[in-house]
């Protein structure tokens, strides 16, 4: 059964501080997705991963993609009040059209 | 242009009664995904759909659930008799082309069975 497992399942880290959240998964796959989830809402994306060493970068955030080792990691830099949220990843299996997602990191950003 | 619209955002229902649940994806798009939310859980895939076709309901539990998404109308995932365990919040996608390409989330419906 194909398993995308996301550590850690919780952060809470202070402002300012760097920390990275690792997204490894059990199939072959080139494509890897990250969301971010606020209480109640809806899922927004933040990247699209669509091959090997690929890195993407926006504000704060970086995410990359190692499909040889399985792993995405997604990496905040100076953690702001804002990027408090739950972040997931979703790998796209090769011949599928479904996300498969990860279990989710609750982030939450003190002063 | 407006995002993937879903309705209701809350749904209460009975144990043993129908839930409905409707989703218009984004304009343009014509893939629409179901995925289920249980709490404190990510999201677990279901259903997935083009017009007038299922193409993949691995996801779906075999009894109870069906889905649609006809040539007009949006797409409705349809829960019969529920149970308590149904509830959850229940996301709608839509992606305007497979693979690779993002799919678009709705705000989803929260469905409670008492």
């Known amino acids: 059964e194909l398993k995308v497992e996301q550590n850690p399942l919780f952060l809470s880290m202070q402002e300012g501080k760097n920390y990275t959240i690792y997204c490894n998964y059990s199939t072959t796959s080139d494509r890897l997705y990250w969301y971010r989830q606020d209480p109640g809402k809806s899922l927004e994306s933040l990247f699209v991963l669509l091959s090997n060493g690929a890195v993407k970068q926006e504000g704060r955030l970086m995410a990359s993609l190692d499909t040889k080792a399985r792993l995405s990691t997604l990496h905040i830099t100076a953690a702001v009040h804002d990027l408090s949220a739950t972040y997931f990843c979703?790998?796209?299996?090769?011949?599928?059209?479904?996300?498969?997602f990860g279990t989710g990191t609750r982030l939450q950003v003190f002063p | 242009n407006a995002g993937v619209m879903q309705n209701p955002r809350h749904l209460v229902r009975r144990r043993g009664q129908e839930a409905r649940l409707r989703c218009s994806p984004m304009?343009?798009?014509?893939?629409v995904y179901w995925y289920r939310q249980l709490p404190e859980e990510g999201l677990k895939f279901m259903v997935y759909?083009?017009?007038?076709?299922?193409?993949?309901e691995s996801g779906m539990p075999k009894e109870r659930f069906s889905a649609e998404f006809p040539k007009e109308g949006p797409s409705i995932l349809r829960i019969q008799q529920v149970v308590r365990g149904d509830s959850a919040a229940y996301f709608c996608?839509?992606?305007?082309?497979?693979?690779?390409?993002?799919?678009?989330f709705g705000a989803g419906t929260r469905l409670s069975v008492l």
């Open positions: 759909l083009q017009k007038e076709n299922i193409i993949d």
């Open positions: 996608a839509s992606s305007p082309l497979v693979r690779g390409n993002i799919q678009y």
């Open positions: 979703a790998v796209e299996p090769y011949n599928t059209d479904k996300l498969i």
């Open positions: 304009k343009g798009h014509s893939h």
